[in-house]
């Protein structure tokens, strides 16, 4: 059964960087889409960005220019890369694998 483990979240101020991991586990992320989604209080979950087996990227417009999603085959993680963090970037990310698969989420809060 395959399982997906976010890490990274924390909080940190505005302006700054995070960098997200989602490690997967009986699963290969090479050989699906990896997406990562977020999710903030009060809200509904939504798609941030993905990454194909091409390594074909694309990102929502909110977070475009700021983020980048990337992948290690050989570590079978996935990572986000957040600059220029906002407060409204303050959410629960979660990794999502092929059509199947989540993970439980890192909180990121984007505060002073």
């Known amino acids: 059964q395959g399982q997906l483990v976010e890490s990274g979240g924390e909080l940190v101020q505005p302006g700054g960087s995070l960098r997200l991991s989602c490690a997967a586990s009986?699963?290969?992320?090479?050989?699906?889409?990896m997406y990562w989604y977020r999710q903030a209080p009060g809200k509904e979950r939504e798609w941030v960005a993905y990454i194909l087996i091409t390594n074909t990227t694309a990102y929502s417009g909110s977070v475009k220019g700021r983020f980048t999603i990337s992948r290690d085959n050989a570590k079978n993680t996935v990572y986000l890369q957040m600059n220029s963090l906002k407060p409204e970037d303050t959410a629960v990310y979660y990794c999502?694998?092929?059509?199947?698969?989540w993970g439980q989420g890192t909180q990121v809060t984007v505060s002073h």
């Open positions: 009986g699963i290969s992320v090479s050989d699906r889409v």
């Open positions: 999502k694998g092929g059509a199947d698969y």
